[in-house]
Structure formats: C-alpha cells, structure tokens
C-alpha cells in the first residue's frame, strides 16, 4: 500500500515528521489507493500549523489555498497536496460551511467530519491505516454510508448529497439505506448551494460509469436544480423505434456514450423536450417533430443557469439540434462538416451512436451505418474534397470582381459551396464564376 504513494508525497510526509510532527494521507486518495484507482489528488492532515509548513517549505514552494480553515498547499517538482490542520468542525448556518473551525490534536478527531466512511481512511507514512468508522469494510461491499448520522450530516453540508449521489456513479457504488432516506428527505437543501459547486458535481454524475442505475434511482434528486426533467421520467414515447421512457432512454444513452464530457451532456440533455414536442398520430403512434431545435434551446437555459461555460453551452446544444438529423449521402456528410466543423461533427457520430444504443433491439443495426458515415467523412478530409467555403475555388474578393459584394457574396458563396457539395458544379475558379453570374443574373 505505501509503495502505492508517490515517492513526492512521501517526501512531504517525510520532511514533516523530521520537523516533529504527525501527518497522514486522507480522503478520497486512501479510499482511491485501496482500491487501485489513480487518486484526482493528494490531501494530507497534520498537527503542524499553516505557518509551520509554510517555514518547513519556504514560501516559495507553497500557497496559503485556505488559510482559515487551516490549508496550505505544498508544490514539489511534479506534484501537489493540500496540507490542513487536524480540525474539527463548528457550527453550520450556511448548509455549505463550517462558521468556525477548530483545530484538534489527533487523527481521530478530524476523521469525524468527513463526509463518507469510505473517505474518512487515514494512511500514515509507515503503512498504518486508520479506519474507525468501518471505511476499508465499505470499501469491499461497495457502499457510501455516511459517518455519524445522516441527517445532522446532510442538515450541515448539503452539497454532500450530491456528492453521495456522484460516488455512486463514479465508485459504481451503492448507497446505505438510512444515507438514501436522509438524501431524499433533505435534497431541497440543495436549493441553497452554489450552481458552481452543484455543476462540478453533476458533470461528474453523468459521467461517472454507473451513470445509468443512478440517472434511473435518483431524478428526484437531480430535478431540484433541473426540475426541466420531471416531464421525461416515466413518459412513454409509444414508438417502435424505442421501447424505453423518455428519462430511462436518457439514462441508458448516457451510459452508452464515448467516455468524452461533451458526448455525456449531450446524451444527458439531447431529449429534455421530448414530452414538449409529443404528438401522438391517430394510429397511436407517437412522433416528436422537432425536439431537437427546441431541446437545444432548453438545454442553453438549462446550462446557463448551472453557470457552464460559453463553449461547452455552444457545443452542446449544436449537437442536440442536430442529433437527429439525417445523415444519408456524402452530400449530407459534407454539409455538416460545413456547418459544424470536423471535432463536432465527430462528437455528433458519438452522440448518434449513444441515442442509437438506448432504443429498441433492431436500432443497433444502424451502428454499422454510422461507421460507414465516420469512414466516409474521414475519405472526404483526407482526400481534400470540398465541404467548406475555405476550400471553395473562389472567395469575397473573385465576387467583387464581378460585381457581387457584401451580403450578397456571403448567400452567393454559400449557394457556391452547396452546388460544390451537390455535385452540380465543378470545384474550379471559371465554372464558380459562370455559376455566380448565373445567380447574379437570375437575381
Ligand atoms: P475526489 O478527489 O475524487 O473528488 P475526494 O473524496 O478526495 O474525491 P475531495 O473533494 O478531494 O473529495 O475532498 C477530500 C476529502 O475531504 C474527502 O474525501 C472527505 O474526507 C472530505 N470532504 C470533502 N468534501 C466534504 C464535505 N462536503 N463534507 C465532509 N467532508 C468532505
Ligand atoms: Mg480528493
């Protein structure tokens, strides 16, 4: 298990207890080491003060990252852990933080706050690891269980259900009964916390690889910040094409889709308007004309107020617009690499894929034709056919030329470019010349 820590961190542990304190690795990394899985980071607790560690590694190697709640952050060569003092924690007013902490003597006392038996494990330097809530034995039967009670925990820190909800989907663990029953009784204290905090926990529940069974368990807590998913769960689609509901297809496509963030979302977000567009035919049969358009528009709300980032709200809903588009002829290939460029084009592969994985039995046939779609895109920009305006024989300044100017040139060039596409006229400067006075002439 030492052997497991990386010589660096070792080193920190090391250069403290030379100074005469007491350190250990806690958290998700011992949860993460016992269960030979690469830890996101390193936190270490101590009984050496911020300002100790600051002398025992010069102020140049370290950051004061949270002074009041006792943390500096340690820097070495290649790596970094977060050193906080042993503490316990006072009060809570917020349903996020501690009002006060207050600095303890030993391990013991700061294993108390944590949230998770799994993730209340110390490991100290020579090997000895601290389990007094049952952690290791939780770790084995795969269960988040939550150390004290419950509902005092959760009263305190709600974020914690959430982050209870993405061990579930990352860890593919399952959560304790009396844990489960205090999440869903406080989960409207999630109201309270910040969409910043709520969005780093979310992207990662849907991209955790247990994100279908806690999609499917767990919308009611999910709905308290985006209560646009209540109308998907349990709508049936009355579809041959589908033989799950709107939020158990969700599920499943996420689940199905490229381990990629961008691909998760979408898949997560691609039918929120689903039961908005429903239309059921007088054979009972039902349709959704348009989801797409007005699903990228509710996903753009959505995302907004989860505070994403302008690129990341871009690229999603430009793929939930088009996620069901057809896709028949090279013409159609070229088109989309036009409008979306080749990185979305791709993810847009990735996305039918995943919407195709989540439906009835006989879709899955129609993966092979999205092979065939990828191998014939990849044909296209390798061999340098013409699918944008870049490539086009002409540009602004050929128009000028002929008298075809501003707005006018952008519809002529994009009018060039489809007839390119469409195999009606020859990528050459003269035959785009004859076809642009043509479209001058026709007005
Ligand atoms: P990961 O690093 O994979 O996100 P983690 O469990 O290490 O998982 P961190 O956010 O790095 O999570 O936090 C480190 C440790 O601090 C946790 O394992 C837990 O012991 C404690 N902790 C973090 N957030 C809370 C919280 N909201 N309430 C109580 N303890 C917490
Ligand atoms: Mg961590």
Redesign the pocket.
């Known amino acids: 298990m030492i052997d497991r820590i990386p010589f660096e961190i070792k080193n920190i542990m090391h250069k403290i207890r030379n100074e005469g304190f007491t350190s250990y690795l806690?958290?998700?990394?011992v949860?993460?080491l016992l269960m030979d899985r690469e830890?996101?980071?390193f936190?270490i607790a101590s009984n050496a003060m911020p300002d100790d560690i600051i002398r025992i590694f010069g102020s140049e190697n370290t950051c004061p990252t949270g002074i009041k709640y006792g943390t500096v952050t340690v820097f070495t060569e290649s790596m970094q852990a977060e050193i906080t003092r042993y503490r316990c924690d006072g009060e809570y007013s917020d349903f996020r933080t501690p009002d006060e902490v207050t600095f303890v003597d030993d391990i013991h006392a700061d294993l108390v706050?944590?949230?998770?038996t799994i993730?209340?494990l110390a490991l100290g330097i020579d090997g000895e690891i601290i389990d007094d809530f049952g952690g290791i034995e939780h770790i084995r039967s795969k269960t988040i269980s939550c150390v004290g009670e419950p509902c005092k925990r959760f009263s305190e820190?709600a974020?914690?259900i959430l982050?209870a909800v993405r061990f579930a989907s990352?860890l593919d663990f399952e959560i304790a009964p009396e844990t489960n029953a205090a999440m869903l009784a406080l989960k409207d204290n999630l109201k309270k916390i910040s969409a910043e905090r709520i969005n780093k926990e979310f992207v990662r529940i849907v991209c955790g690889r247990n994100s279908r069974r806690v999609l499917s368990r767990y919308s009611d807590i999910l709905a308290v910040f985006i209560p646009e998913i209540k109308k998907s769960v349990g709508f049936e689609q009355y579809s041959p094409y589908h033989k799950y509901t709107v939020w158990e297809h969700t599920a499943k496509a996420v689940s199905k889709a490229a381990d990629k963030p961008l691909v998760k979302l979408t898949m997560f977000f691609h039918d929120i308007s689903k039961p908005d567009s429903f239309y059921l035919d007088e054979t009972g049969r039902g349709h959704f004309k348009g989801h797409g358009k007005v699903g990228a528009a509710a996903a753009k709300e959505i995302m907004k107020r989860l505070k994403f980032d302008n690129k990341t709200i871009s690229d999603v809903t430009t793929l939930i617009y088009f996620h069901s588009e057809d896709i028949e002829s090279d013409a159609d290939i070229k088109k989309l690499l036009s409008k979306l460029g080749e990185e979305l084009f791709f993810a847009l592969l990735d996305v039918k894929r995943a919407d195709n994985s989540a439906k009835n039995d006989f879709v899955l046939e129609e993966l092979s034709e999205i092979d065939e779609i990828e191998k014939n895109a990849r044909h296209i920009i390798t061999s340098g056919e013409c699918y944008s305006l870049r490539q086009l024989a002409v540009n602004g300044n050929d128009l000028a030329e002929i008298g075809i100017t501003g707005r006018n040139a952008g519809v002529t060039l994009d009018t060039l470019l489809n007839l390119v596409i469409e195999g009606k006229t020859e990528n050459t400067r003269s035959e785009l010349i004859s076809a642009a006075l043509e479209i001058l002439r026709k007005g």
């Not at 706050?113 to 998770?116: A, I, M, V």
């Open positions: 806690v958290g998700g990394c949860r993460d830890p996101n980071d936190d706050r944590r949230d998770f993730n209340a820190d974020l914690r982050r990352e």
